[in-house]
């Protein structure tokens, strides 16, 4: 699509400033200010208007189409949450006010703390880090305080080659040493596992269910096999869309986790918008807890709290409010039964497009996932057509490509997350476009390969795109 600056053609004079604006008084500004020459466009207001509308017309949303960016749960949230978020009381609240001032508040962040402590199994919640790397980044700290209070001083985390990206990240910003273990069947191996546990070993770090949408079968075995010296045991909870009132990390022997508030709780994932990464702990680690804490007397007064061994912050004030206002009241709206249907449904519908698509899609694993399911481009290379070309090909027939290439241990994965908030019948209208997808990729390869035929820009160099970010010309 076009720029402004290319729609305007110089000298037509649609757009002029007037000499004489009684506002204007050069004089008065500051001579590195005045310019002689400004490019402003010249356009009518008109032309301006339907740039502007058809520019937004471009944009793809969760609100546009069905948006299936395996392992950013892209589901629809309630209006309402946004609506009451965006109230003047919430939005304008100063984080200094006095605490006798803003006794609700701190209600519904106690609140919150124990819906969470419910849903986790865990007996102590942070809700300061503001996103799910950042909740790692605590969680690791809290538990690096704990040895370092014990006089232990253990440098190797474990982590399957399953795990969520951020892991290994989170891992190495505090000072840690990798250990990656093959997966067998797509999920830990035991086995393998005690071979590589030691008393050095600090933690083991497991997404659950796993980037495959696996749900670890050995769960207890693993929790297990780390606490028989002395380990401790990391639950990257992101997921949690996936198994929410079905079972518990705390109660499968983890001693931290963190959640995405931001991927299942109403409000969207990615965009670059404002996340919440809560940490919960069980009592082990509940002193080492960042500051401030909201707790509660015999009279129901709320107010801050410093656990004894704090790490300190980890953020300015109390977090995102406004996140964690909007997950409060996505809890209470679905209630336990609610939430429990959201896993329900995040299960059957990820299993609903795996069984359909395999056949044509295939990938080595196939067992019942969790909330998502890895599926494979791999066969279509002999074709020359690659998962990147399918992904693009899926833009024409209107829908959000899938997580492509991740995880690493899937050739050509297309990673499918449709959410609970889909219907069959929009699931059905993917599943026909994935199939014929396949079709073309047999009868005219171009077709795809060439794909997209119907946006307005075609491919971009993406590589570049990311690196090199020019958000202005
Ligand atoms: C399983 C898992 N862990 C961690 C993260 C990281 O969360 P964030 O992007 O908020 O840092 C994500 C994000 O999607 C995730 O899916």
Request: glycine residues 8%.
């Amino acid at each position: 699509m076009k720029t402004l600056k290319d729609l305007s053609k110089k000298g037509s004079n649609k757009f002029h400033i007037e000499d004489d604006l009684p506002f204007f008084e050069p004089e008065k500004l500051k001579e590195d200010y005045i310019r002689d020459e400004v490019e402003i466009p010249d356009l009518s207001e008109l032309e301006i208007i339907r740039h502007f509308v058809n520019l937004s017309k471009q944009n793809y949303g969760i609100d546009t189409g069905f948006y299936p960016l395996g392992s950013c749960t892209m589901k629809y949230n309630p209006k309402i949450n946004e609506e009451i978020a965006k109230k003047e009381d919430f939005l304008y609240l100063h984080p200094l006010l006095q605490i006798d001032y803003v006794q609700g508040i701190l209600r519904i962040m106690w609140e919150m703390q124990e819906f969470l402590k419910e849903i986790t199994g865990m007996d102590a919640f942070t809700l300061q880090p503001a996103a799910g790397a950042h909740g790692e980044y605590t969680g690791l700290r809290i538990m690096w305080e704990y040895f370092k209070q014990k006089g232990e001083r253990r440098t190797k985390v474990i982590l399957p080659d399953s795990s969520h990206g951020t892991n290994p990240a989170s891992s190495s910003m505090v000072g840690l040493e990798v250990i990656e273990i093959e997966s067998k069947d797509g999920m830990v191996d035991p086995a393998k596992l005690e071979e590589v546990v030691d008393e050095n070993t600090f933690a083991l770090m497991l997404t659950n269910p796993n980037t495959l949408g696996f749900f670890e079968k050995d769960i207890l075995k693993i929790s297990e096999i780390l606490k028989r010296k002395g380990a401790l045991l990391y639950y990257d909870g992101a997921n949690l869309n996936g198994f929410i009132g079905i079972t518990r990390p705390g109660d499968m022997g983890f001693d931290c986790v963190h959640l995405n508030l931001h991927k299942t709780f109403s409000t969207p994932h990615g965009g670059g918008g404002p996340g919440s990464g809560p940490v919960g702990v069980k009592e082990i680690l509940k002193d080492f807890l960042p500051y401030p804490i909201v707790d509660k007397n015999d009279e129901d007064y709320f107010y801050f709290s410093k656990p004894p061994k704090s790490i300190g912050k980890v953020r300015s004030f109390f977090g995102n409010f406004l996140v964690i206002l909007k997950a409060y009241l996505y809890i209470k709206e679905l209630g336990s039964e609610g939430l429990k249907e959201v896993s329900r449904i995040s299960v059957l519908n990820a299993n609903y497009i795996k069984e359909k698509l395999k056949k044509y899609y295939p990938s080595q694993f196939d067992r019942l996932v969790k909330h998502e399911c890895v599926l494979s481009g791999k066969i279509y290379k002999d074709y020359g057509v690659k998962t990147l070309d399918i992904a693009k090909r899926l833009m024409d027939y209107g829908f959000h490509p899938p997580t492509i290439y991740f995880p690493h241990i899937v050739d050509e994965a297309l990673m499918i997350e449709p959410t609970e908030t889909e219907s069959k019948e929009t699931l059905d209208e993917f599943i026909d476009a994935m199939i014929k997808i396949s079709e073309e990729i047999k009868k005219d390869p171009d077709i795809v390969k060439n794909a997209p035929h119907s946006t307005s820009i075609k491919r971009p160099d993406e590589v570049k795109a990311a690196k090199d970010l020019k958000v202005k010309w």
